[in-house]
């Protein structure tokens, strides 16, 4: 595969979609809905150089100051686009990425990258490649295993770190001694990403380790407080002091990661009422990432810290993965559909209208509940745009494909954009580890902060 061809499907990439000023949006249209998202696309690979130069330093990964788990977020984001809007123009560009960033022993430990991948990082990751293989994205690279054989490694490396030497059980944030901020401290998106990629194994594989893998998870995380009793989703805890006091902070991206694992196995378990139940109830408790003011009612925002201008880098993209997941969780479970419409039909049309700046009026801004452009642009607010319009398309394209529908399909995708399938064959899936059962952990106890005091020490914990 040529770097420059590849370079020249971006540029071309620009008319697949008639352009559509995104401020003029409108959700009732799937035309305008798919060319929007189309403009919203453009803007976000505008922020991806790293096919010109055809280095292991930049391909994949967008320019500073975005880390590598942000890059593997936005390829999910663009493996969603190509899906729900049946626009090809970046699947080479999107192939190239991801069969770049497998690692050695193809499971996404990336030795380039060892310097800041966490165990969240690589659950992003995993969440890109079950789209590929959920939707039998073609992998054309014979020297490489087929995506479901990817996520099961990437799973069985994440397994292996399950840690019960304290809090019970449990995911550290981070992998490696050599990054040891966060070694002692277990947060929900790293267990929450584990959760999620456990049911959607499950599902793709009709592997009952991994439903018995996802219980368990979920069990722990209940258990330490990470999930309360009406399903908000917190932050994390120190291993310290054995996971006592949690961290009450909270991120949408979290509450989503969570919400669509539940929502994976209650499609799996044919609709069983406790994970019905939890899907529910974590759609409900996402409430609080809406509505920000009362002249801005369903309106998306980051509550933790958008109101404070606290907001780094990484959180300006977490709207985006809220968004992709409850789009996701309406295909998984369908009464969940009104809800979702209700909240994301109106933060998509406030998004599309932050998306009004730059010379071409379609730069996207941060904060939705203004009116339109606040002149905070980034990869993130591109990425949390594109999500929350695009997955307007959902109920009119195939939902993830499930065990005995997922192929590995081979072909090669050119820099027309074109895939020529060669093959179609059952994809085979490695060995996966036994289940341990979870030990019992003590009932914990949190101290109230308030939101900036608590944002603050979040902010010194995890992004130092």
């Known amino acids: 595969m040529h770097m420059k061809s590849i370079h020249v499907a971006l540029a071309a990439a620009a008319g697949a979609a008639a352009f559509t000023l995104p401020k003029n949006i409108n959700i009732n249209d799937v035309s305008s809905v798919r060319n929007v998202a189309g403009t919203l696309a453009w803007e976000l690979m505008a922020w991806y150089k790293g096919n010109v130069t055809n280095t292991p ?17 936005a ?9 729900y809007t049946g626009d090809s123009s970046y699947d080479a560009v999107i192939s ?3 069969l770049s960033q497998v690692g050695p022993k193809f499971d996404f430990m990336v030795p380039e990258h060892y310097g800041s991948e966490g165990n969240d990082d690589q659950a992003f990751w995993s969440f890109a490649i079950l789209n590929a293989a959920e939707r039998n994205f073609p992998q054309p690279d014979d020297s490489i295993p087929p995506w479901l054989d990817i996520a099961v490694n990437i799973w069985n490396s994440m397994a292996a770190r399950w840690n019960t030497s304290s809090c019970g059980g449990g995911l550290a944030w981070q992998i490696f001694e050599s990054n040891p901020n966060g070694m002692d401290y277990k947060n929900s998106v790293s267990n929450g990403g584990f959760f999620q990629l ?9 592997n009952n380790t991994y ?6 998870v979920w069990d722990w995380s209940e258990s330490v407080g990470f999930i309360d009793s009406k399903f908000n989703v917190y932050d994390g ?8 006091t949690v961290n009450k902070l909270s991120f949408s991206y979290a509450q989503g990661i969570y919400m669509y694992g539940a929502a994976v196995l209650y499609n799996y378990t044919d609709g069983n009422k406790t994970w019905g139940d939890r899907t529910a109830g974590l759609l409900w408790a996402a409430d609080s990432y809406f509505s920000p003011f009362p002249n801005a009612t369903n309106i998306m925002f980051e509550h933790a810290c958008e109101p404070y201008e606290l907001c780094n880098n990484d959180m300006k993209s977490f709207k985006g993965y809220l968004s992709r997941f409850m789009w996701a969780t309406t295909r998984m479970m369908p009464s969940t559909l009104l809800r979702v419409q209700t909240l994301l039909n109106d933060s998509a049309v406030a998004a599309a209208k932050a998306c009004s700046g730059g010379t071409n009026q379609t730069v996207c801004g941060q904060k939705w509940y203004v009116g339109g452009f606040d002149g905070v642009t980034g990869l993130g607010q591109q990425l949390t745009a594109l999500e929350t ?8 394209v195939t939902a993830p494909f499930k065990a005995g529908q997922i192929k590995h399909v081979k072909g090669t995708v050119s820099a027309s954009s074109s895939s020529s399938v060669v093959v179609a064959t059952a994809s085979s899936t490695s060995t996966v580890l036994a289940p341990t059962s979870a030990t019992a952990t003590p009932s914990l106890t949190a101290t109230p902060m308030t939101i900036p005091l ?8 995890r992004f130092a």
């Not at 456990?198 to 009709?206: D, E, F, M, V």
């Not at 319009?389 to 009119?396: D, E």
Request: net charge negative; hydrophobic share 45%.
């Open 57 to 73: 330093t930049t391909i994949a990964v967008f320019p500073e100051p975005y880390y590598w788990w942000e890059a593997g977020a």
């Open 211 to 216: 439903l018995e893998w996802a219980q368990k």
């Open 454 to 461: 608590l944002l603050g020490y979040a902010l010194i914990m």
């Open 75 to 83: 390829w999910g984001a663009m493996l969603d686009y190509s899906h």
């Open 237 to 244: 805890a120190s291993s310290k002091n054995n996971c006592d």
């Open 198 to 206: 456990s049911a959607r194994l499950a599902r793709a594989t009709g």
């Open 389 to 396: 319009v695009q997955g307007l398309l959902a109920q009119h």
């Open 96 to 98: 190239q990425a991801l």
